[in-house]
Each structure stands twice: as structure tokens, then as C-alpha cells.
């Protein structure tokens, strides 16, 4: 039995792909090339772009070692996880169909292999999503943030062996608590290998294991979108993800408890014989997140603070939001510590950057950006601006928006502040109509209705496409599909009015998210995207494991049943009480009764496999689960408990 490909199925959380085309009566489904209006838009964009000066191109060039002769990585069972040339097509002048800028961008991000950034430290970048980091120890590497997947992070261990020289690992380090940054660790060790010690942010692992589950499959979903999982690279297509440039396929994600914690700013520690400074940074780009400072490489490694795109203070594919106005602080604090001593400085994503200048410039503008964008969006909010209003009317100060890397590849300026206004005020714009609006499919019937029907709308939407204006096409469009998606018109233009904003926009994630939307608009299937690791369940905090369940109880199916249910669970060593009543479980950890309705007890493989992958309670017994006390409330309960759809429509009602 494998419960491990029943979890994935079941909660989407490793990455699964499929994509098929669905037959659809129209030969409009096919993609578009540029409008008049978006060679137009490009044109513009080209002529407002800041000189280039050559120095990103220098630091994404500088130290280049090698890159594997094998392009490929594979899987054990031989699919390709993750090709290192896949965007080796992204060279010459922009084509009329990606915005010159992000263009410029993804050229630069598309570059792959091991390079040296000083004595002693190096990087391997483009072996998959995010970068490892080596520091050489006096008895081996040591190993910062290795990669997401197994067969990359071999990979590019292959790689530091064959041009470095093989040698034992000393340490790793975790920098935060996003899967890119942790998840190839296995790769690194052969089994049975004793381990050296591993260090990480605190409640890096609690953070891990518990950001992607209670709003997972949404999130899931949203990510799949945003990271343009299914799209074909290419210039109608996929060209990356602003800070990324592909996502793994189908790859391996391990993690390893750490056996040391970071808990304060100032913290030092001596690994293999290299001194470590380290700066906590949390509830900036991940909840649990660090950076340190090599004083005798003069290297400063600060993770995802600052990076070579503007990152996202709210990412649309879903958390919570982050705090801007503590990340700028934190940028401050950087600065302060080792802004006089730092040479070269290096990212859990991008290029590094060299010379005490230019880093120390950078990291103001950097710091500047976000605190603009906090500021200046509270002052507007405070004069009663609604979200919209301010993301359209916040304009940077020069100095700010031509520094290339604050540019809005994967933040955007438009969806950061929208995130801070929720931050403080939440998600009403303050206007009473807005205050209980229609849903989309009710709104979507009387706007069209109100406009003298479909035929009218499509008009409408037709003047508005000739005109160049995608945004106001798209309204139009997206109520005429939610009243009618049998109307097979309106969606061939949505997917196209859709289409054009991608080509023009300068966030990759944007681009995505519109070349997503219009490929499902014209009939593609859903991609499901799933991250769970038998590591990383295993690692889920008792208490998320325990409102994931809670959160998936479709009251009508319950009813008035009450219950109570003791889960003992053997990996996180703790058993809990759930109580039913009103269509509420009720969580309490560590606590248990003498005559529960019923009692599970198991590993949290298997328990994760009755509550949420739903696998047969009688093969869970066989393969060691218990179960005393009441069945048919048992079963009852989990018939009562539903796994969300991951591949619910976005585009389409
Ligand atoms: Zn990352």
C-alpha cells in the first residue's frame, strides 16, 4: 500500500503534473500574437527602461566554473524532474510577445552551473528553483540550503565534487523554512551515514510543516497558476517565474530534523572551522528565516530579504501577509552590522553582487522599496484611498524604480500594496456597496442583463480589445462567463484579452497567472500541483494536523452528531482529544478521556491516511492502525470529512 502517493493525491500538497487538452468546439482557442496595442506597450516600456550598465551582468557572469555536461535530471523512475538548459531559448531581443524587461531579467536568471563568489565560497545556481550555497570547512563543505529535491541537490553536489574536489559534508544550514531551500537534503547523505550538525532558524521545522497545510489546497492551486505549471516555455509561453526559473516535476522532498537552532540576532558559532554571525529575520519572506555574515570571507548571505526582483509582501498565490514595515527594519539592522565590512554578498534566489558599494547601495534600495511601499500605502489608506486607488496612484521616487532589482518581476508594486492595506485594515474597501456584494455568478447576471445581454458585451468588450484595453475586456468578459460559460465567444476572448496582458506585463508571476487563466479559459486541463514528503508530514505540528481535519467537516453530512475521539499519535509522541458537537471538532492537545466514543491509534503516515488521503480504514488496520470503541461513529465522522477538490475552476464558474 502506498500511502504516500494516497496523501498526494488526496491533499495536494511534491509535485504532480498533467495536462490535457480537452475537446472544445472552437478553432478561436488558439493562441494570439501580439496586438497592435501590446507591440505598442512594449515599445513604450522599452523607451521608460533605465540604462543598463552592464553590472548584473557582470555579477550573474562573475566566478563561472561549469555547468553539468548531462543536462537532464532525472528521477529514479527515469521522468525528467528538472532540465537545466529549459531556458537556454531565452537569448537576443526581446520578442513582441514578453515585456522587454522582464525579458532582460529572465536572461540574466536563465544562467546555470558553479561559480565562485570568494575564497572559499561558492554557488551552485540554475540546478533547480532556488540556489545551494558551499562554504568550504576545514574538513569539508558546508552546505547552505540544499535545493528542493533530491535529484537536484545530487546533481549539484556532483558537480562542487567534480570541480572542487570530493569531500565529506561538515554542516548544513537551512536559511528559512520554504521547501526550496531544504528539501534535496537527503541527497546529501547516503543511508546509515552518521550526520553532521544541521542548522536552522527557530521553529524552522513547525513553520515548514505547518505553512502549507490549513489553506493548502488553495494555495496549491493559486501556486500552480502563479508559478505557470503546464505552460510550454517559450515567447507565447513560459519564460519563469521573476525569481525562479522553473518549477521541479514529479521531484523528491526530504528534510532532516536540525540538530542546532538560531534563535537570536548576534548569535555566533563556530562550524568546521568557519565563524558564523547570524541575523534572525522572521515574519519577512518566510515565518521562520535567517541570514549570516562570513567575517573572514566577507560574505553576507541574506536569504530572501533582498533579492534581484522586488518580492512579494502578499503572494498571490496565498499566505499570510507579511509584515513590509519589519522587513525594511531588518535591511536597516543589515546594514548596520556588516554594511562597512561586506564584499560580496549572496541570495537564497538570483545572482550575487560584489564590492562594498554597490552592495551597501543596493541593500538601501532594497530596504527603501518596501518601506516606501509601507509608508507611502498607510498615508493613503489614512486619507481614506481605497486599495485600488492606491495601487494605481502609488508612483516610486526615481531612484527607487530604476534600481533593476526593485523592479516588479515577482512583487509588484500594485499587489504589495494591496497587501499592506490588508495587513492593517483587511479586505473591505471601506465603501458600503462593497460591503455584501454579489457573488461573481449573481453579479455576472444582472451586469450583463444590465448592459442589454451577451451580445451587447461582447460589443463592448470587442471596442475595448481594439482599443488596447485588456483590463477593461477582461471585466466585461469574466461577468458575460460567469452568467453563461456556455457562451464559448465570450471565453475564446477572455483567454485572449487574458493573453495580451500576460505578453505586456513586467511580473512574471502576472504573465502566469493571465497564460494560465487563458489556457484554461480555452480548454487545458488543470495542472494539480501537490508538495507532501513522507518528511515533511511527518514534521506537520500536531495542532495543524488537527485543524486540517477540522477544516475539511462538511456540516450537513454530520448533522447533529456528537462524539469525542481520542488520536494517539506515535511519530509526534502525543495523543489528543477531538470533540464533536455543533459541526465542530474541537482540538485539545494532550488531553484524553477514559471512554472516548472511539480511539485511534498510529503513526502519522497512517493517520494522515484515514483523515485526509481517506484511504479504506481496513487497510490502515493491516498495516498496523487501531481502532477501539464505536466504529460506526467512526465511520461516520469520516464519511463527513471531505478532501477539497484540487483542480476547482478559477476562470470559470
Ligand atoms: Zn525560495
Given at each position: 500500500m502506498n500511502i504516500l502517493k494516497a496523501i498526494c493525491a488526496a491533499t495536494a500538497l511534491l509535485t504532480s503534473f498533467s495536462a490535457a487538452r480537452a475537446a472544445e468546439p472552437s478553432t478561436d482557442f488558439t493562441p494570439k500574437p501580439a496586438s497592435p496595442a501590446t507591440i505598442a506597450a512594449q515599445a513604450q516600456m522599452q523607451a521608460s527602461l533605465p540604462v543598463d550598465d552592464g553590472r548584473d551582468e557582470d555579477f550573474a557572469h562573475r566566478g563561472f566554473i561549469a555547468t553539468p555536461k548531462e543536462t537532464l535530471i532525472r528521477h529514479k523512475d527515469g521522468h525528467v524532474v528538472w532540465d537545466i538548459a529549459q531556458q537556454d531559448w531565452i537569448k537576443g531581443d526581446a520578442p513582441s510577445t514578453v515585456n522587454p524587461s522582464l525579458w532582460r531579467h529572465m536572461k540574466l536568471l536563465k544562467e546555470h552551473g558553479l561559480y565562485k563568489v570568494t575564497e572559499g565560497v561558492w554557488q551552485v545556481r540554475g540546478l533547480d528553483a532556488a540556489n545551494m550555497l558551499i562554504v568550504s570547512g576545514k574538513t569539508g563543505w558546508i552546505v547552505i540550503d540544499p535545493l528542493m529535491s533530491t535529484e537536484t541537490a545530487g546533481a549539484?553536489?556532483?558537480?562542487?565534487?567534480?570541480?572542487?574536489?570530493?569531500?565529506?559534508?561538515?554542516?548544513?544550514?537551512?536559511?528559512?523554512?520554504?521547501?526550496?531551500?531544504?528539501?534535496?537534503?537527503?541527497?546529501?547523505?547516503?543511508?546509515?551515514?552518521?550526520?553532521?550538525?544541521?542548522?536552522?532558524?527557530?521553529?524552522?521545522?513547525?513553520?515548514?510543516?505547518?505553512?502549507?497545510?490549513?489553506?493548502?489546497?488553495?494555495?496549491?492551486?493559486?501556486?500552480?497558476?502563479?508559478?505557470?505549471?503546464?505552460?510550454?516555455?517559450?515567447?507565447?509561453?513560459?519564460?519563469?517565474?521573476?525569481?525562479?526559473?522553473?518549477?521541479?516535476?514529479?521531484?523528491?522532498?526530504?528534510?532532516?530534523?536540525?540538530?542546532?537552532?538560531?534563535?537570536?540576532?548576534?548569535?555566533?558559532?563556530?562550524?568546521?572551522?568557519?565563524?558564523?554571525?547570524?541575523?534572525?529575520?522572521?515574519?519577512?519572506?518566510?515565518?521562520?528565516?535567517?541570514?549570516?555574515?562570513?567575517?573572514?570571507?566577507?560574505?553576507?548571505?541574506?536569504?530572501?530579504?533582498?533579492?534581484?526582483?522586488?518580492?512579494?509582501?502578499?503572494?498571490?498565490?496565498?499566505?499570510?501577509?507579511?509584515?513590509?514595515?519589519?522587513?525594511?527594519?531588518?535591511?536597516?539592522?543589515?546594514?548596520?552590522?556588516?554594511?562597512?565590512?561586506?564584499?560580496?554578498?549572496?541570495?537564497?534566489?538570483?545572482?550575487?553582487?560584489?564590492?562594498?558599494?554597490?552592495?551597501?547601495?543596493?541593500?538601501?534600495?532594497?530596504?527603501?522599496?518596501?518601506?516606501?511601499?509601507?509608508?507611502?500605502?498607510?498615508?493613503?489608506?489614512?486619507?481614506?484611498?481605497?486599495?485600488?486607488?492606491?495601487?494605481?496612484e502609488l508612483k516610486r521616487p526615481d531612484a527607487i524604480a530604476n534600481e533593476w532589482s526593485n523592479r516588479g518581476y515577482y512583487g509588484t508594486v500594485r499587489h504589495n500594496a494591496k497587501g499592506v492595506y490588508q495587513r492593517y485594515i483587511g479586505w473591505w474597501d471601506g465603501i458600503p456597496a462593497h460591503l455584501n456584494l454579489y457573488p461573481p455568478i449573481e453579479q455576472g447576471k444582472r451586469y450583463v442583463k444590465a448592459m442589454g445581454g451577451a451580445g451587447n458585451v461582447i460589443r463592448e468588450a470587442k471596442a475595448a480589445m481594439g482599443k488596447g484595453d485588456y483590463?477593461?475586456?477582461?471585466?466585461?468578459?469574466?461577468?458575460?462567463?460567469?452568467?453563461?460559460?456556455?457562451?464559448?465567444?465570450?471565453?475564446?476572448?477572455?483567454?485572449?484579452?487574458?493573453?495580451?496582458?500576460?505578453?505586456?506585463?513586467?511580473?512574471?508571476?502576472?504573465?502566469?497567472?493571465?497564460?494560465?487563466?487563458?489556457?484554461?479559459?480555452?480548454g487545458v486541463a488543470a495542472v494539480k500541483l501537490s508538495m507532501a514528503s513522507p518528511d515533511m508530514v511527518t514534521a506537520m505540528p500536531t495542532e495543524s494536523f488537527l485543524d486540517l481535519i477540522a477544516t475539511r467537516l462538511n456540516p450537513e453530512k454530520i448533522g447533529d452528531r456528537t462524539m469525542t475521539l481520542v488520536i494517539d499519535d506515535s511519530d509526534a509522541a502525543d495523543h489528543s482529544l477531538l470533540s464533536l458537537k455543533n459541526s465542530v471538532l474541537v482540538p485539545e492537545i494532550g488531553k484524553s478521556i477514559t471512554v472516548p466514543t472511539a480511539s485511534v491509534s498510529g503513526n502519522r503516515m497512517q493517520l494522515v491516511g484515514l483523515f485526509v488521503a481517506k484511504m479504506p480504514l481496513e487497510k490502515l488496520e493491516a498495516a498496523g492502525l487501531k481502532v477501539t470503541g464505536d466504529r460506526a461513529a467512526l465511520a461516520a465522522l469520516l464519511a463527513a470529512i471531505e478532501p477539497p477538490p484540487a483542480d476547482y475552476p478559477i476562470v470559470t464558474p
Amino acid at each position: 500500500m502506498n500511502i504516500l502517493k494516497a496523501i498526494c493525491a488526496a491533499t495536494a500538497l511534491l509535485t504532480s503534473f498533467s495536462a490535457a487538452r480537452a475537446a472544445e468546439p472552437s478553432t478561436d482557442f488558439t493562441p494570439k500574437p501580439a496586438s497592435p496595442a501590446t507591440i505598442a506597450a512594449q515599445a513604450q516600456m522599452q523607451a521608460s527602461l533605465p540604462v543598463d550598465d552592464g553590472r548584473d551582468e557582470d555579477f550573474a557572469h562573475r566566478g563561472f566554473i561549469a555547468t553539468p555536461k548531462e543536462t537532464l535530471i532525472r528521477h529514479k523512475d527515469g521522468h525528467v524532474v528538472w532540465d537545466i538548459a529549459q531556458q537556454d531559448w531565452i537569448k537576443g531581443d526581446a520578442p513582441s510577445t514578453v515585456n522587454p524587461s522582464l525579458w532582460r531579467h529572465m536572461k540574466l536568471l536563465k544562467e546555470h552551473g558553479l561559480y565562485k563568489v570568494t575564497e572559499g565560497v561558492w554557488q551552485v545556481r540554475g540546478l533547480d528553483a532556488a540556489n545551494m550555497l558551499i562554504v568550504s570547512g576545514k574538513t569539508g563543505w558546508i552546505v547552505i540550503d540544499p535545493l528542493m529535491s533530491t535529484e537536484t541537490a545530487g546533481a549539484a553536489m556532483a558537480l562542487v565534487n567534480e570541480y572542487l574536489g570530493k569531500r565529506p559534508i561538515s554542516a548544513v544550514i537551512y536559511g528559512h523554512s520554504h521547501p526550496d531551500h531544504f528539501g534535496g537534503v537527503r541527497a546529501l547523505f547516503a543511508p546509515g551515514d552518521s550526520l553532521p550538525p544541521i542548522i536552522a532558524p527557530d521553529a524552522m521545522v513547525k513553520e515548514a510543516g505547518s505553512e502549507f497545510v490549513i489553506a493548502g489546497n488553495a494555495e496549491s492551486r493559486r501556486a500552480a497558476f502563479q508559478f505557470g505549471v503546464g505552460l510550454k516555455p517559450g515567447p507565447q509561453g513560459y519564460v519563469g517565474a521573476g525569481i525562479v526559473v522553473a518549477s521541479a516535476k514529479g521531484s523528491t522532498v526530504t528534510l532532516i530534523q536540525p540538530t542546532d537552532s538560531i534563535k537570536t540576532t548576534g548569535e555566533t558559532r563556530d562550524i568546521d572551522g568557519v565563524r558564523f554571525e547570524f541575523q534572525m529575520v522572521p515574519e519577512t519572506e518566510a515565518p521562520s528565516e535567517m541570514n549570516f555574515y562570513l567575517p573572514e570571507q566577507r560574505t553576507l548571505y541574506v536569504s530572501e530579504d533582498t533579492t534581484c526582483t522586488m518580492h512579494n509582501v502578499q503572494t498571490p498565490r496565498g499566505a499570510l501577509v507579511r509584515d513590509a514595515n519589519k522587513w525594511a527594519g531588518y535591511i536597516t539592522e543589515q546594514i548596520g552590522l556588516y554594511g562597512d565590512k561586506v564584499e560580496s554578498l549572496v541570495t537564497g534566489h538570483c545572482w550575487p553582487r560584489f564590492g562594498n558599494a554597490a552592495i551597501k547601495n543596493y541593500l538601501g534600495l532594497q530596504r527603501d522599496n518596501y518601506k516606501f511601499i509601507h509608508d507611502q500605502t498607510v498615508r493613503l489608506l489614512n486619507k481614506g484611498e481605497t486599495p485600488t486607488e492606491i495601487a494605481e496612484e502609488l508612483k516610486r521616487p526615481d531612484a527607487i524604480a530604476n534600481e533593476w532589482s526593485n523592479r516588479g518581476y515577482y512583487g509588484t508594486v500594485r499587489h504589495n500594496a494591496k497587501g499592506v492595506y490588508q495587513r492593517y485594515i483587511g479586505w473591505w474597501d471601506g465603501i458600503p456597496a462593497h460591503l455584501n456584494l454579489y457573488p461573481p455568478i449573481e453579479q455576472g447576471k444582472r451586469y450583463v442583463k444590465a448592459m442589454g445581454g451577451a451580445g451587447n458585451v461582447i460589443r463592448e468588450a470587442k471596442a475595448a480589445m481594439g482599443k488596447g484595453d485588456y483590463r477593461w475586456s477582461a471585466e466585461l468578459l469574466n461577468h458575460l462567463v460567469f452568467a453563461d460559460p456556455s457562451n464559448i465567444k465570450a471565453k475564446a476572448l477572455l483567454a485572449d484579452s487574458y493573453e495580451q496582458m500576460g505578453y505586456q506585463t513586467e511580473s512574471a508571476i502576472w504573465r502566469n497567472i493571465y497564460l494560465v487563466g487563458a489556457n484554461e479559459l480555452r480548454g487545458v486541463a488543470a495542472v494539480k500541483l501537490s508538495m507532501a514528503s513522507p518528511d515533511m508530514v511527518t514534521a506537520m505540528p500536531t495542532e495543524s494536523f488537527l485543524d486540517l481535519i477540522a477544516t475539511r467537516l462538511n456540516p450537513e453530512k454530520i448533522g447533529d452528531r456528537t462524539m469525542t475521539l481520542v488520536i494517539d499519535d506515535s511519530d509526534a509522541a502525543d495523543h489528543s482529544l477531538l470533540s464533536l458537537k455543533n459541526s465542530v471538532l474541537v482540538p485539545e492537545i494532550g488531553k484524553s478521556i477514559t471512554v472516548p466514543t472511539a480511539s485511534v491509534s498510529g503513526n502519522r503516515m497512517q493517520l494522515v491516511g484515514l483523515f485526509v488521503a481517506k484511504m479504506p480504514l481496513e487497510k490502515l488496520e493491516a498495516a498496523g492502525l487501531k481502532v477501539t470503541g464505536d466504529r460506526a461513529a467512526l465511520a461516520a465522522l469520516l464519511a463527513a470529512i471531505e478532501p477539497p477538490p484540487a483542480d476547482y475552476p478559477i476562470v470559470t464558474p
